[in-house]
C-alpha cells in the first residue's frame, strides 16, 4: 500500500535508508546532503533501526570504512556532497575495483573552488570515471525510488559495483513534495537480504582483499569491472520492471517527454529537467514541435538507445550544470554527441548552465529551443553558449 | 601462566613464511609475534596501510595472512578496520554471527604518524574494538628511504640527506606514543620484538583482549633505510632500548608502566654507530650532535621516569 507523505528530497532518502536497514551508515556531515546523516542518526537514537552508525572523521574516513563494512559482509550506505566526494576520491576508484556494492546519495553541489554550497553538477561528473553506476533524479519521488532500486542493482551479481543516487542540492534536497513512500515491510522484502559472495567475516573461508596487482593481472581486471558496468544496464532495466509491478512507476535508462516527433530537444539532468517540461508543453502548444530527453543514467551511458532515441531529432542543445573545462562542451555533451556520431543534418550545441546555484528559469529554457529553432533555418549559432551569464 | 617462548612459538602461524619482506627486517617479526598472541580458536580481520607489509605479503593471486585480510590504501588503515568492526557488530546483533572475531590494522610509521594519522586518531576516539599497532622504522621505506615525522634527528634519509650544510634530519621524531595516551583509551604501548618477544607478546595479548581501542607502537628496524647487516636486527633494538632511544612501556586506563628498566644504561652513542644512517655524525666533526641527541633521550627519558612514577 503507497502511503503519501510530503518529504524533503533529503528526508525522503533518509526514510528509503530506515526502511532498506543497512548494516552500516557511515558519514560526515557536508551542506546540502547533512540532512540524510542527521535523520539517519536520529532513527538509530530512537531504535528504529538497528543499524551501526558511524559518524567518521573526515569522508575520506567515511568511504574507507563503507569499504571495510561492504567488504566484511554488511550492506553499507553513505551520503555527501561536493568536496565531501572530492576528498572521498581516492577511495570511489578502490570502492569500485574492489566491487563492493556501496549505496551513496549524492546532493549535488558546486566543487570548490570559489567555495559555494549551491548546486550544479561538477561534484557527480567529476567522478564519471570512477567505476561507480550513475543514476540521477529530477524530483524527490525519483531520488526516493533510485534509491531503494540502487540497492538491487549494485548487488546483482552480474554487476557489484557502488552506486551513486544523485540529485539536485537544495533544489530537490530540501524543498519539500508530496511523494508516495513504499510500506517498510515491501521495502525490505524488495531489497532482500544481503548475501555477498565472498566477505571478510565469512567462517568458512578467510580472504584477502586489495592486493598488489602487477602488470600480469591488473589489466584483466578492469577489463572484469568495465564488463559488470556493461552488464549493469540491462540490470538497471530488470530491477526497474520489478519495481514499476510493485509501485506502478516506471523507470527507464532515460526519460523522454515529447520526444517521438520532436524536431527540436534538449538534453539535461535532474531537476531543470522539470522545467524543460513546462516549456516544452507551453511551446507546443504554440506548434513548436519541442522535446526532452532527461538520463537518468550517466553510468553506465545507454549510448545505443539514446542514438535510437534522438536519432530523429533535427536539432539539440545538451544543458550541462558543469564546465567540465575541455574546452568543446560539457560532459553530458561529449557523451551525447559521441552517442549520435555519424548521424547526418543534426544540428547539437553545448549550453552551460546554472553553474554554482545560478538560477534557471522557463525563459532561459525557452530560448535555448528559439535558438534551436533559428540555427535550423540559418545553420548559425555557438558551439558553446553559458546560459544566463552576466556578460 | 608464565611466558615461556618455547611455549609461544609453537602456536601456529597466521603469517605464512614465503613472503617478499626483507632479511633482516623488523616488521615480520612484529607481525607474527602480534597474531600469535590471538588466541587459536579466534579468527580475526586484518587490515593494512598500503606500505612494504603489504606490497610483500599480498601479491596477486598469493597471500601470506591466514585471517582474513584488507588493504584499501595508505592513509586508511584504521578507517578501514573500524568499518569491518561496525558490519560485525552489526551482523552480531542482528544474530548473523555469534563468534569471536578480533580486528587489528597495521601500518608502518608513514601510514599512522603522517597520512594516516587523521584517520587513526578517529577510530580510537570512536571506541572501535581494535588493535593498532605501528610497525615503526622511522622512515618512508617502501618509497625508499624518505624522512618521516618518525625519523629521528640527524638521521640520513633521501629527502633529509647529509650534505655539507645539514647532518640529516633536523627535526626531533614525533612521540606518536604520547599522542595516542593522551587519547584515553584503554590500552597503548610502546614496544619492540626483542630476545624472547615476552614484551611485545604480553602487550599484544592485553591489546586484542581489551575491550575497546588499543594502540601498539613497535619499534622494526629497516636494514635497508638503517644500513645495518641483517643479523644484527635483534642487538640493535635492544641497544634501541637499552639506551632509552626507545623505552619499553604501557598506558592502561590512563596509568604509565615502565616494562622494562635497563640494568646499565648504554650511551646513545652505541646505538647510533651500528646504524649507517648516522654515520655522517661519526666523521669527527659531529660529535656535538651525538651530544644533542643524548640530550633529547635523556630528557624524553627522565620526562617518561615521572610519568611512570619511577625515579
Known amino acids: 500500500m503507497a502511503i503519501r507523505e510530503k518529504l524533503s528530497g533529503n528526508e525522503a532518502v533518509a526514510v528509503a535508508m530506515k526502511q532498506i536497514e543497512p548494516d552500516v551508515v557511515a558519514a560526515f556531515p557536508i551542506t546540502p546532503s547533512t540532512e540524510v546523516p542527521q535523520y539517519f542518526s536520529q532513527f538509530v537514537a530512537n531504535g528504529q533501526v538497528d543499524t551501526e552508525f558511524v559518524a567518521v572523521e573526515s569522508e575520506h574516513s567515511a568511504m574507507s570504512a563503507c569499504i571495510g563494512s561492504q567488504a566484511a559482509g554488511g550492506r553499507t550506505m553513505t551520503a ?19 566491487r563492493l556494492p556501496i549505496v551513496m546519495a549524492l546532493v549535488n553541489r558546486a566543487l570548490s573552488g570559489p567555495i559555494n554550497i549551491h548546486n550544479d553538477h561538477s561534484d557527480s561528473m567529476g567522478a564519471r570515471d570512477s567505476g561507480w553506476i550513475q543514476l540521477y533524479s529530477e524530483t524527490n519521488q525519483e531520488a526516493y525510488d533510485n534509491f531503494i532500486q540502487a540497492v538491487r542493482i549494485g548487488e546483482h551479481t552480474d554487476v557489484l559495483l557502488p552506486v551513486m543516487v544523485c540529485y539536485d542540492g537544495f533544489i530537490t534536497s530540501h524543498a519539500v513534495e508530496n511523494i508516495e513512500i513504499l510500506e517498510d515491510g515491501e521495502v525490505k522484502d524488495f531489497v532482500g537480504e544481503y548475501e555477498p559472495l565472498h566477505y571478510l567475516l565469512d567462517r568458512e573461508r578467510a580472504i584477502s582483499l586489495g592486493a598488489l596487482d602487477l602488470p600480469s593481472i591488473y589489466f584483466e581486471h578492469k577489463r572484469g569491472q568495465a564488463q559488470a558496468m556493461i552488464n549493469a544496464k540491462q540490470v538497471i532495466l530488470d530491477v526497474a520492471a520489478e519495481y514499476e509491478r510493485l509501485t506502478g512507476r516506471r523507470y527507464g535508462l532515460f526519460e523522454e517527454y515529447m520526444l517521438s516527433d520532436a524536431e527540436v530537444a534538449v538534453v539535461v539532468l535532474n531537476s531543470t529537467a522539470g522545467t524543460t517540461k513546462a516549456v516544452v508543453d507551453k511551446l507546443r502548444s504554440r506548434g513548436i514541435k519541442a522535446g526532452l530527453l532527461k538520463p537518468r543514467v550517466f553510468r553506465p551511458f545507454p549510448y545505443d538507445e539514446i542514438r535510437e532515441a534522438l536519432g530523429h531529432v533535427k536539432g539539440i542543445a545538451v544543458l550541462d550544470k558543469a564546465e567540465g573545462f575541455s574546452g568543446a562542451g560539457g560532459p553530458l555533451f561529449t557523451e551525447v554527441g559521441s552517442a549520435l556520431q555519424g548521424i547526418a543534418n543534426v544540428e547539437m550545441t553545448s549550453y552551460i548552465y546554472g ?19 533559428d540555427r535550423l533555418a540559418d545553420g548559425k549559432g555557438n558551439k558553446i553558449t553559458y546560459l544566463g551569464i552576466h556578460e | 601462566m608464565a611466558y615461556r617462548f618455547k611455549d609461544t612459538s609453537k602456536i601456529p602461524e597466521r603469517l605464512s613464511g614465503g613472503h617478499r619482506m626483507c632479511a633482516g627486517c623488523g616488521a615480520p617479526v612484529t607481525v607474527r609475534t602480534v597474531l600469535r598472541a590471538i588466541e587459536p580458536e579466534h579468527r580475526a580481520v586484518i587490515s593494512s596501510a598500503t606500505g612494504c607489509l603489504e606490497v610483500s605479503t599480498c601479491i596477486y593471486p598469493y597471500t601470506s595472512w591466514h585471517d582474513s585480510f584488507i588493504h584499501s590504501a595508505f592513509e586508511n588503515a584504521a578507517a578501514t578496520i573500524s568499518g569491518v568492526e561496525a558490519a560485525y557488530e552489526a551482523l552480531k546483533r542482528r544474530g548473523k554471527i555469534d563468534e569471536e572475531v578480533k580486528f587489528i590494522a597495521f601500518g608502518g610509521d608513514g ?4 597520512i594516516g594519522l587523521q584517520s587513526l586518531s578517529g577510530a580510537m576516539e570512536r571506541g572501535h574494538k581494535i588493535t593498532y599497532v605501528c610497525y615503526d622504522n622511522e622512515a618512508y621505506m617502501n618509497t625508499g628511504i624518505q624522512r618521516s615525522s618518525s625519523t629521528p634527528l640527524y638521521a640520513n634519509t633521501t629527502t633529509s640527506p647529509a650534505g655539507q650544510q645539514r647532518f640529516g634530519k633536523v627535526q626531533f621524531k614525533k612521540d606518536l606514543t604520547m599522542i595516542m595516551a593522551a587519547h584515553d583509551i584503554p590500552y597503548v604501548a610502546q614496544s619492540a620484538p626483542y630476545r624472547n618477544m615476552k614484551d ?19 619499534l622494526s628496524p629497516c636494514p635497508r633505510g638503517w644500513r645495518y647487516d641483517t643479523p644484527k636486527l635483534m642487538e640493535i633494538i635492544g641497544l634501541a632500548i637499552d639506551s632509552c632511544v626507545w623505552p619499553l612501556y604501557e598506558v592502561e586506563g590512563g596509568k604509565f608502566r615502565l616494562t622494562h628498566r635497563p640494568k646499565e644504561k648504554v650511551p646513545v652513542r652505541e646505538y647510533l ?19 644533542e641527541i643524548q640530550k633529547i633521550v635523556d630528557s624524553r627519558w627522565e620526562r617518561l621516569l615521572e610519568l611512570c612514577e619511577e625515579s
Do not use: C
Open chain 1, 80 to 98: 555527501t556532497s561536493s568536496n565531501g566526494m572530492a576528498l572521498m576520491w581516492e577511495m570511489l576508484y578502490i570502492a569500485s575495483s574492489l
Open chain 2, 200 to 218: 611485545l607478546y604480553e602487550k599484544s595479548k592485553k591489546a586484542i583482549y581489551t575491550d575497546g581501542p588499543a594502540f601498539l607502537n613497535v
Open chain 2, 273 to 291: 654507530k651500528m646504524q649507517g644512517r648516522f654515520s655522517h655524525l661519526f666523521n669527527g666533526e659531529n660529535e656535538e650532535h651525538i651530544e
Open chain 2, 111 to 114: 601510514g599512522t604518524y603522517d
Open chain 1, 355 to 373: 553553474l554554482g546555484g545560478r538560477d534557471v528559469t522557463v525563459d532561459h529554457i525557452e530560448s535555448v529551443f528559439m535558438d534551436l529553432k
